[in-house]
């Protein structure tokens, strides 16, 4: 049976990436068009097989076997990571090929209202950020033959108080992917798609009739698309942090252009590091930076991360906004401090605690990871300060 899946998976890969090749000529259309509609059908379809939680506001409830689901995690992906990559060069378990790491500037908007004036947002003031845009992993192909899901993590130096980790003394990291909802809804389904990852089948979990996530694919698919640049799309955290007591929040990155790269007629492997490249060296980039509150416990879950929070119920209002200023990033050097960076939901300060499954696992996913890494690579941790000079 596994030589059967892997071939079916492989049938199914090759028709991905010949999507891939015509992507670029319709995609815009269709995303004008079709991508709200059926993002809508297919979240209504997730949402009438999902059973109701009695939970309430910013309220969690641990799975079972949590914990040692999250070490399996650890354990597959530690695998994952000795088979394909050798000591020295190890690269991230997820979230893998860095198309750059770049200085910005976190600004948060002055005026805000009592309710939004919580932690970082406490006070109108401006923090400096090394702000990391990457791909999906768990490997780093050429551009083109990823599949389509972009992330960014932005660090925040020189946030006071205490952390909920301590790994680092001085920050705050927030994190997200460009599609509203995680690859996974929870953590248990997640261990299912790193086995199919170290089968080399990761199609299959999305498709496979014995246990199928095609609704989860399909929420994927709608938002999986070949890029004109990182600078240029939406990334939402997917998952909840805690937004002072008892309330809960969704984090959204929106860029403020509307500006469009050009996609290269035949895209180079770093097609997408160029494209940010050029960018930043012309003009600076602005994303605003928002918050969606939670209102309604059960349809907008903390636990499921397959849900798409309606903003019809919870529009996204502005804190913040990030500015890339003109610059060059993409020295070697500056790439390679890309390594010692560590980016993990849990550098946070109590204010802005994760929430939910999936960020409870990360907690020690993250860090262990993290640290067999650079272990493996020689490559010290390093917490940034903002000061950091490349040639």
């Known amino acids: 049976m596994s030589r059967l899946a892997r071939r079916i998976s492989g049938v199914l890969t090759q028709l991905f990436y010949l999507e891939r090749q015509v992507d670029p000529y319709f995609r815009d259309a269709f995303d004008a068009l079709l991508q709200r509609p059926l993002v809508e059908l297919v979240q209504a379809a997730i949402r009438a097989r999902r059973p109701t939680e009695p939970l309430g506001i910013a309220e ?59 932690g970082v947002f406490a006070e109108p003031r401006s923090y400096r950020a090394w702000v990391r845009f990457a791909g999906p992993g768990p490997l780093s192909p050429p551009d083109m033959r990823d599949n389509g899901i972009l992330s960014i993590g932005i660090k925040l130096m020189g946030v006071d108080g205490p952390k909920l980790i301590d790994h680092e003394k001085a920050t705050q990291d927030f994190t997200g992917i460009s599609a509203p909802t995680f690859t996974t809804p929870n953590v248990v ?3 299912k798609l790193q086995r199919q990852l170290a089968r080399g089948t990761p ?21 999986a698309r070949v890029h004109h640049s990182p600078l240029e799309v939406p990334y939402w955290s997917c998952a ?23 996609i290269p007629r035949h895209p180079g492997p770093n097609y ?48 913040a906004t990030l500015t890339l200023p003109v ?39 993250y860090l262990r990871l993290s640290e067999l890494r650079q272990a493996m690579n020689d490559q010290p941790h390093v917490e940034p300060t903002g000061d950091e000079v490349f040639a």
């Open 240 to 262: 909840a942090y805690l937004f002072g007591p008892g309330r809960a929040v969704q984090y959204k990155v929106r860029p403020r252009s509307a500006a469009r790269t050009p």
């Open 327 to 365: 610059q060059r990033f993409d020295s070697p050097a500056q790439l390679a401090f890309a390594g010692n960076l560590s980016y993990n939901p849990w550098h946070a300060i109590p204010e802005h605690r994760p929430l939910g499954n999936q960020n409870r696992a990360r907690k020690q996913i």
């Open 189 to 191: 389904e997640n261990l």
């Open 203 to 223: 199609i299959l979990y999305f498709v496979d009739p014995r246990d199928s996530r095609y609704l989860d694919g399909l929420m994927q698919g709608l938002y």
């Open 60 to 118: 969690e409830r641990c799975l079972p076997d949590e914990d040692a689901t999250a070490d399996a995690i650890v354990a597959e992906m530690s695998s994952f990571l000795r088979q394909h990559h050798r000591p020295g060069h190890y690269e991230r378990a997820g979230n893998t090929k860095t198309y750059g790491v770049v200085r910005g500037s976190f600004d948060v908007l002055p005026d805000l209202p009592d309710e939004l004036r919580v």
């Open 272 to 319: 997408l590091r160029e494209a940010m490249a050029r960018t930043l060296a012309e003009r600076e980039v602005v994303f605003d930076f928002m918050v969606q509150f939670q209102t309604d416990p059960r349809r907008m879950p903390i636990e499921d991360a397959s849900i798409m929070w309606p903003e019809r119920l919870s529009p996204f209002r502005p804190v």
